[in-house]
Structure formats: structure tokens, C-alpha cells
């Protein structure tokens, strides 16, 4: 009787241990190329020799289980395999609960009409950056950019079109400005990049690079939005501080940028203008 329950015990660790495969199959599918996934790869063949050794020992010790001690080994076959399977499952949920809160956390900081970071990652940001400039001593610009009459667009080709315009021209900008800048959307039609170690006139090249960038862009207007209207171009205008020169903090940055750009509308818009700098009182 005890031999039956011994190879019992084994033979269920077995089936556990197939079982067990399944959620490491799932789990190589959520995993990219890398370390990680040789490692489970590496734990896969190591199951692989943990069944031929359960056989091996169904084998070698069929029907010599004659007293309680000779279920220890069989018994510890069985509830290691338990804790294999249960390990591969609770690794595949914590995979899967990951995953789930990084989408969460990146809806929450990005705007879902265009794209690119929202207003409150952008305050988040901006304090960090401001921060790092002023106890390293390293530059930080600010471009603050709006679409010139964009309430004519959508008085005009309807709201659908404009929503179609906000999101191509953050494509244009996000595919224009270097990795290490920040694209956020301010308010609106307003977009704001944040430029770390980028000096006023760095800054000012970039705003007028995007500036004719987005000048000679004709964007793609789906035909069901608007049957006649096949392509539209658009201007901006740009307001462009630096942070020590114009603002000394969050708020004065951010408004040093906003008045800019307000001058460059009140310019005739579709050009750059930069902040005034900060002038100390004697």
C-alpha cells in the first residue's frame, strides 16, 4: 500500500510539473529579449530535469516503499513541485499586475488626444529639471508654443479636424526635438518643450527650426473628417525663456514663456520671441 501512495506522490509532482509550464509559456510572451528571459528559459530546462528525475527515481525505487520514512523523498518530490507551480504562477500575475500599473501610470501623465506628456506631468517635471539646473548650474530653456487662429480652424473644418491638427503637430514636434526634450501639452492648442542644458540661443535654433518645420508641413486630413479638405498647413508662434536669465522658479519660468509668446502674437505671429531677462532693482 505505501509503495502506491509513494509513486502516487510522485506521479502527481510530474503532472504538477507540466502544469507548471503553462504559466511560464504565457510569461516569455510578456517578457522582451534580455536577461530576464534567458533566465526563465535556464528554470524551464531545470524543470525539464526535475521530471526526468522524478521518473528516474520511479524507476530506481519501484516498490521499495515498505515503511512511513520511505514517503519522506516522495513527499518532498510532491511539495516541491507544488511550490514550482506555484512560484510560475504568482510570477506570471505579478508580471501581469506590473504591466498593468505602468499603463496605468503612463495614461495618467499623457494626454490622449495628442500624445505627448499632459499639464501635470509637465509641472512635476519642469520642478525636477528647474532643481537639477539650479543646484548644478546647468542651463534649462522652455518653448512655449501656440497654433496661430486656431479657433478659426475649428470654427471653419469643425472640432474632429482640429482634434486631427493638435495630434499631428505633436508628432511633428516629438519627431523634430532630441530625446532628451520634453513635450507637453500646456493648455489647448498650447505645447510646451522642455529643453534641459540647452542655452536661450540653442533653444531659439530649435524654436525656429520647428517653426519652418511645421510652416511647410501640409497635415493629412481624413476624408470622412471633411470631404473636400485633403491637407492643411498651419503656423505657430513661439515664446522661449531660460531659466536663471528670465525666471528664477516654476512660476516665473512658466510665465516668462507665456509673455513671450503673447508678444510674439501680438507681433503678427508665426515667429519666435524670446523672454525678457530679469532685471535687478539697484
Not at 67 to 90: E, Q
Not at 168 to 187: F, H, S, W
Request: charged residues 20%; aromatic residues 8%.
Amino acid at each position: 500500500m505505501l509503495h502506491f501512495i509513494a509513486n502516487g506522490l510522485v506521479f502527481l509532482g510530474i503532472a504538477i510539473l507540466f502544469v507548471a509550464f503553462s504559466p511560464i509559456r504565457k510569461l516569455l510572451a510578456l517578457l522582451p529579449r534580455g536577461g530576464l528571459r534567458f533566465g526563465w528559459y535556464v528554470l524551464t530546462a531545470m524543470m525539464l530535469l526535475f521530471v526526468a528525475g522524478y521518473m528516474a527515481y520511479i524507476g530506481a525505487f519501484w516498490g521499495t516503499h515498505e515503511k512511513l520514512s520511505d514517503l519522506v523523498v516522495p513527499a518532498v518530490f510532491f511539495l516541491g513541485a507544488c511550490f514550482v507551480l506555484l512560484v510560475n504562477f504568482l510570477s506570471l500575475e505579478t508580471t501581469h499586475d506590473v504591466r498593468h500599473m505602468s499603463v496605468l501610470e503612463q495614461e495618467s501623465i499623457t494626454d490622449p488626444l495628442m500624445g505627448i506628456y499632459n499639464r501635470r506631468y509637465l509641472e512635476r517635471r519642469l520642478s525636477t529639471e528647474i532643481a537639477r539646473a539650479s543646484r548644478y548650474g546647468m542651463t534649462l530653456s522652455v518653448l512655449l508654443l501656440d497654433i496661430d487662429h486656431f479657433k478659426r480652424i475649428n470654427d471653419t473644418y469643425g472640432h474632429q479636424v482640429g482634434d486631427v491638427v493638435l495630434a499631428e503637430l505633436a508628432q511633428i514636434i516629438v519627431n523634430t526635438v532630441r530625446t532628451t526634450d520634453i513635450v507637453t501639452r500646456y493648455g489647448g492648442e498650447e505645447i510646451m518643450v522642455i529643453a534641459p542644458s540647452t542655452p536661450l540661443k540653442t533653444a531659439v535654433n530649435l524654436a525656429e527650426r520647428l517653426r519652418k518645420i511645421i510652416e511647410h508641413s501640409s497635415l493629412d486630413i481624413p476624408q470622412k473628417l471633411h470631404r473636400k479638405l485633403k491637407k492643411l498647413n498651419i503656423t505657430v508662434s513661439f515664446g522661449v525663456t531660460c531659466f536663471g536669465q528670465s525666471a528664477h522658479d516654476l512660476q516665473s519660468l512658466i510665465q516668462s514663456a507665456d509673455e513671450a509668446l503673447y508678444r510674439a502674437k501680438k507681433k503678427g505671429r508665426n515667429c519666435v520671441i524670446t523672454a525678457r531677462p530679469v532685471t535687478t532693482q539697484p
